[in-house]
């Protein structure tokens, strides 16, 4: 594989053991901060917003008009874009609403995994609390657990796309490509917390919640490598290369993913964690600094 391909693949990689990251600050941060996962998704949404309109979507449009012309151009450029929002749409309706990866957790959820003192909660309404109050039994509840291993398959569904856009992006323009892959490790850390809470209820297992949430995100490593594969051999010329007007649509594609996942899951959810303006200084700053990004790289 060439260099650039190499590199696409490490920052995809990266983007993707984020989830690890968030398992990790549920287990050992003394308290997570929900106003920075506030600020932080909503830099994440910032980041992925701007550079999707003012770059991505500009480079499918470049490609696509090169192709068949400033009209037809055009046409398929923005039936690209919306066609990748129905993709991640159709995705994002077939996994059940129970199992939604980016349902945020309260301070009382998340609270014994820093106090052993801390009671258990009524966790979204299955009874897990102990006997004893203060005392964290374990019984090895299986519709918690389901949950758990259900959320982790849905971040993992969800992170096949996010994971072609961040190798799209990094293969094209590496710079591009390190911006998307900063935004899209930030968006995967409440994630992390999501999948590790309820397994560590469900299981008293730490290494376990760790290791199911680290893998999850392997999802976008492992999508990104098999599309790759899939369109150099379906699609590809003679020397295995990607026409350009594939990349343009996939381009437009991935800029549709992008904003979709920021609409739909990164706002709300930054919303949620946090206080008063804390999701819109987030979503500016991420904005302005990727702003500032390209502006310097010119």
Same mark, same amino acid.
């Given at each position: 594989m060439e260099h650039p391909i190499w590199f696409a693949l490490g920052l995809t990689l990266f983007a993707g053991m984020a989830t690890g990251i968030g398992s990790g600050i549920a287990f050992f941060a003394k308290q997570t901060s929900h106003r920075f996962l506030s600020v932080a998704t909503g830099f994440s949404a910032g980041v992925m917003l701007y550079v999707s309109f003012v770059e991505i979507f500009i480079k499918g449009q470049e490609a696509m008009t090169a192709a068949y012309g400033a009209y037809w151009g055009h046409w398929v450029n923005v039936g690209s874009f919306f066609g990748g929002i129905v993709l991640i749409g159709l995705i994002d309706t077939l996994i059940p609403s129970a199992e939604n990866p980016h349902e945020t957790h309260s301070e009382l959820e998340t609270a014994p995994l820093h106090d052993p003192n801390a009671p258990v909660p009524n966790f979204a309404g299955l009874d897990c609390r102990p006997a004893e109050p203060g005392v964290h039994d374990h019984l090895h509840n299986h519709k918690l657990m389901r949950m758990g291993l259900f959320t982790a398959l849905a971040i993992a569904i969800h992170n096949f796309p996010e994971g072609l856009a961040t190798f799209l992006a990094a293969l094209e323009d590496p710079s591009i490509g390190v911006a998307i892959a900063m +935004? @899209?490790? /930030?968006?995967?850390?409440? !994630?992390?917390?999501?999948?590790?809470?309820?397994?560590?209820?469900? %299981?008293? *297992?730490?290494? *376990? &919640?760790?290791?199911?949430?680290?893998? =999850?995100?392997?999802? !976008?490593?492992?999508? +990104?490598? /098999?599309?790759?594969?899939?369109?150099?051999?379906?699609?590809?010329?003679?020397?295995?290369?990607?026409?350009?007007?594939?990349? #343009?649509?996939?381009?437009?594609? @991935? &800029? #549709?993913?992008?904003?979709?996942?920021? /609409?739909? !899951?990164?706002?709300? %959810?930054?919303? +949620?964690?946090? *206080?008063?303006?804390? =999701? $819109?200084? #987030?979503?500016?700053?991420?904005? +302005?600094?990727?702003?500032?990004?390209?502006? $310097?790289?010119?």
């Open positions: +935004a @899209v490790a /930030l968006h995967n850390i409440p !994630e992390g917390i999501s999948v590790s809470v309820p397994i560590f209820y469900a %299981t008293g *297992k730490r290494r *376990k &919640a760790f290791a199911l949430s680290a893998l =999850s995100g392997m999802a !976008e490593p492992i999508g +990104a490598g /098999l599309a790759y594969v899939l369109l150099r051999l379906f699609v590809g010329d003679e020397s295995g290369l990607i026409p350009p007007q594939v990349m #343009g649509v996939l381009f437009g594609g @991935v &800029a #549709g993913i992008m904003v979709y996942i920021s /609409l739909d !899951e990164l706002l709300p %959810t930054s919303q +949620a964690y946090g *206080k008063g303006h804390d =999701s $819109l200084f #987030g979503l500016i700053a991420g904005m +302005a600094v990727m702003a500032l990004s390209l502006l $310097l790289m010119r």
